[in-house]
């Protein structure tokens, strides 16, 4: 071997050592030390290397890690010592029955026991030798298991090759593979938008992605790996004494290890262990359907061994399932606060979750469309702590054949008004806003908030008080409030009834703008109403205008075109306006204008950002004073921004103008433009 191939193959061997290094600080450690463009980096030149001299290609080198071929079968391996299963405990008797046995077996009041959670995922062997990765199976039936080496070396998190100088001649390591549930999210997304099937659990997503014949397949599904035994072994100087210490030889071997495994005292602690984990469960980043026990001392689980297929000296002690099979017998509509109507399936009576469980969210049309929701289908319940219980799937070889096929109803199932479902969005909408019961909180809330007809005081509470105690129906009954009906609301003395009624009184006086933007018409934001005000300029003109005429204003489009005609054409909430105006609420009309002129509007196709906080104004007396004189404000730096006016301690948007060459205005600067 020439020179120059010995620089190369050490300089090499450098980079393995070093990229194996950041995969166990990233994928085991997660505390990454460079950005993942440097990771890239090193990868390519590693894979370079190996491409100009194939020669020098190692086994355990992480540019091979998705090098192999894609398999016809996979072959079986015999585990020659089996991986048993645990026998397993539902309750608290049975897990103190388990600790009562193991103390009579060892002749003992108290035993020390090691415990972790137990991983829903597939367990898996693997077999090193002289420190390399030479095989990797499934457990298959305890005895026997598939070969399934070149998906396993896809997975970063398993070390191709042990990191001591001296490694043993054998170690058969034991652990799960699993799918963290951000990557499990990632994978769904990405099935979706292939127009793909998606994965019901991690688990599943897991076993077919290590069941792939093919491992660039599998080096596409991120699998984590995490360790919780050492089968055979030879010449290993491994500990010898108690299992928590094999499993701090494992992490010392870089191998991921459960962060929640430690070691406790006699039945007390283990069941408090499994409710202080119960309480972590949403929280980890991995799915887990129990906790394990096990005696720590290997002196004691050789002298308890093994009954039938599992061991005497532990346990696993479960959660309630959080899936379950039963029968969908109904579907009906709920209407929520903002007028969404979503599908709920009326389900035979089911428990999961540890509760029984009724109902379940369908989310929406889409949805039942997608996974063929019928009724009468049987179908499996998901129900994740104490998130709603959904429809995950369903078992299409129970389907009866009169199973019926549901359509979204036209109408509101709550008043009678139209459903529309806009161009773009998943869910249907019931366009009775003002008077509609399902919506009455929602409306008043946003009728009275500060950018709308800001009635100061009226908030979350109050509005919740005012609509169960029935004094309001529509925001038009404000304005009939007594101080008697206020007054006896709990915590509402004469002068806070009389204080509500000050501010009512005074909302009367308010701008076109103001009103459109509080009648909480779908997709008519604030900057919206105030330009159908500015070019309609009266009320029954907004009424009366129809898609074309509304399409001609700057920045609607025919979805929001659609939204007002939809919700002036509902009779009851004309009424309802027609009740405010009775009450006496008013605003200067004009003859409306089309195209403000250059003279009344010097800003007129200027688009402004604002960041950071100003001296001397506010943002929304900026955002005024900019409006005023036909500037436009918006929320994002783009192109299109003509200026950034910046204030202290201003966000992203300032870097991003400056970036695209944008000019920049503090409070003076502002100042000068407006004058």
Known sequence: MNEKIKKIKQHAQELRAEIELHNYRYYVLDNPTIPDAEYDKLLRELQQIEQDHPQLITADSPAQRVGAAPLKAFSQITHKIPMLSLNNAFDDAEVEAF??????????????????PKFDGLAVSLRYEDGMLKTGATRGDGYTGEDITSNLKTIKSIPLSLPVRTPPSLLEVRGEVLMLKADFLALNQRQLAKGEKEFANPRNAAAGSLRQLDPGITATRRLTFFAYGIGEYQNAHMPQDKHSQVMAYLAALHFPVAKECTVVTGLQELLAYYQAIGAQRESLPYDIDGVVYKVNALLQQEQLGFVSRAPRFAIAHKFPAQEAVTQLLDIDVQVGRTGALTPVARLKPVFVGGVTVTNATLHNADEIERKDVRIGDTVIVRRAGDVIPEVVSVILDKRPVDAQ???????????????????????????????CPAQRKQAILHFASRRAMDIEGLGDKLADQMVDNAIVRTPADLYKLGLTALANLERMADKSANNILSAIEKSKQTTLARFIYALGIRNVGEATAKELAAHLGSLDRLIEADNERLQQIPDIGP?????????????????????????????????GEPELSSAAAPLQGKTFVLTGTLPNMSREEAKESIESL?????????????????????????????SLGITILDEAGLQALLQ
């Open 99 to 116: 600790d009562r046995r193991v103390c009579e077996g060892l002749s003992v009041d108290s035993v020390e026991y090691a415990v972790e």
């Open 405 to 435: 096929v549901f359509a979204m109803p036209a109408h509101c199932p709550v008043c009678g008004a139209k459903a529309v479902r806009l161009p773009g969005e998943a869910v249907s909408r019931c366009t009775g806003g003002l008077f």
């Open 559 to 591: 979805v929001v075109a659609q939204s007002i005609v939809d919700f002036f054409a509902e009779q009851h909430n004309c009424e309802v306006i027609e009740q405010l105006r009775a009450s006496g609420v008013h605003w200067d009309e004009h003859a």
């Open 630 to 658: 036909g500037g436009k404000v918006t929320g994002s730096v783009s192109k299109k921004t003509d200026y950034v006016v910046v204030g202290a301690d201003p966000g992203s948007k300032y870097d991003k103008a400056l």
